[in-house]
Nanobody
């Protein structure tokens, strides 16, 4: 069972930046994926970005490409989501999730929520003037 905690959410003006952090406990002895997802009011959960521990390869959702950057610090079991040029439509609860990626290692991580096993409680991000 993984313990996952998001932090760094808050209120930011349009055009501003925020960095979310996802800290997770060790939950597998093999490769894994960490993904960021969000759920806006009245909408389905949406995949934002993911990163593979195997080779650091990243995948981004179409709605955030170029504005969000996912990165990792393996020494701290932490994954970051840097969000720039934020828009009001980025307002959502942002979730971090984790899943093992073995024994059959997939070369590219997935931004599909159902592919993930462990979830954090979420962090609210509000973009408003």
């Amino acid at each position: 069972q993984a313990q996952i905690e998001e932090s760094g959410g808050g209120l930011v003006q349009p055009g501003g930046s925020l960095r979310l952090s996802c800290t997770f406990s060790t939950f597998t002895s093999g490769p894994y994926w960490i993904g960021w997802f969000r759920r806006a009011p009245g909408k389905e959960r949406e995949g934002v970005a993911c990163i593979s521990s195997y080779d650091g390869r990243q995948v981004y959702g179409d709605s955030v490409t170029g504005r969000l950057t996912i990165s990792r610090d393996n020494t701290r079991n932490t994954v970051y989501l840097q969000m720039d040029s934020l828009k009001p439509e980025d307002t959502a609860v942002y979730f971090c999730a984790a899943t093992p990626n073995w024994p059959q290692i997939q070369p590219v991580c997935s931004t599909t929520p159902t592919e993930y096993t462990f979830w954090g409680q979420g962090a609210q991000v509000t973009v408003s003037s």
